[in-house]
């Protein structure tokens, strides 16, 4: 026996020694009448192809053992495979190689025995592979802690012209951010007696980011889980309560507001305070939760039916834009709705990607967040809320920032070039 027929009998060997080592396979072996007719079969392969299939099963076999040390399960419970996974690609590619070179198929069937091998046990059928669904149960890790490329760089590395758009646009956005962070520390918002109106400005916002705390869990916070900047327990808000905030004195027409509404009946809520306020649904942007770094829930109360690993933003419109002509206001369809980031235990903190949609989106410079803390400040935008310790905002002194410059992002020929532009209307095509 010769080098390449040696080889591709190590080939087959270590595939069948995979399956068997793992226990994940039947325990058929090639008969012996298989095994004598294998090197005439295989006489026509080249040797570095043997070879690159021998390193490929043999690279199979690590992940599978690998696999198994790291899930410590049960081996009927790891995903299932046959000597066939390993054999059919291999010898199909050299029974194509037979046909194209005699013109017909080889006279007898042992390339058919191997590929197909006869089963000691029944094969189950239709085995489910890769269930993530198995993998959280049994882990705790959720099956969105797998998806590729999913944070903000990440994603755009095979479209050059959207990651320099993207770096434009964040250049652009921070060298137009015509004041620091500003905060207001409001521990009475809320009450009956309390006027935004009169400790914000009267219409001079053209974008309000709204992240209530209706989850009991904010309530019962450790110390040790407690995120800077706050002040212990919070103050857990309905959404009668929050319906009764008068955003609409402290919103400019037209604007946005982008309002958390988490991932309970908050989504049916959530669009009747948007109308309370004269606003009208336009989007909804879903926050899908990864737990990489920790595992458990912290959740009160009764389970779901569905374990939920999901919030949702509801983006609220007031005022007349079209997309297609109001370009000076608003740039449509650069970032999607969904958003795949970090879940935290405590459960309040959002990711900050959701600042680069909102900027992104609308050029608006006028940018207030309500329910924020100290931790959550950022140049361009006034960060409100009870947990907030300090304040620097100044009713009298804010407008003054937008007198020289305009209340607006400027024009930039680079991103306009860039950006996906929206078809113009119907009657103007």
Partial sequence: MDAQERDAMAFLDAASSTCHTTNLATSTRLSSTEASDLPQLLADIPPDEVVTELLRARKMKRDLLRNVDATRTRPSTCPQYSISRFEEPFLAQNLRKYQSRHGEEPPSSPLRTLAAPRAVTPKIPNVLRNDYSQHFLDTGERPQNTIRDAPFPNRLLEYPKLQELMRL???????????????????????????????????????????PPTDPMDALISAERKPPGSRGKRRVWTWDQIAKLKIEDVAAVPSFVFLWTGDGDGLERGRDVLGKWGYRRAEDITWVKTNKTWRGSVRLGDPPVLLRQKEHCLVGIKGTLRRSIDTH??????????????????GRRKPTEIYTIIENFCLGRRRLQIFGSDDTGRPGWVTVGPEVTISTFDPQAYPKFFESGGAVIPFHPDIEALRPKSPPPRNKR
């Fill in 169 to 211: 646009k964040a250049a652009h956005t921070a060298a137009h951010s015509l004041h620091p962070p500003l905060f207001l520390s409001t521990p009475d918002l809320g009450a009956s007696t309390y006027d935004l109106a009169l400790r914000l400005g009267s219409r001079c916002f053209d974008v309000i980011l709204i992240n």
């Fill in 329 to 346: 206001f608003i740039h449509c369809n650069v970032d999607t709705d969904v958003i795949v980031a970090e879940d935290v235990p405590h």
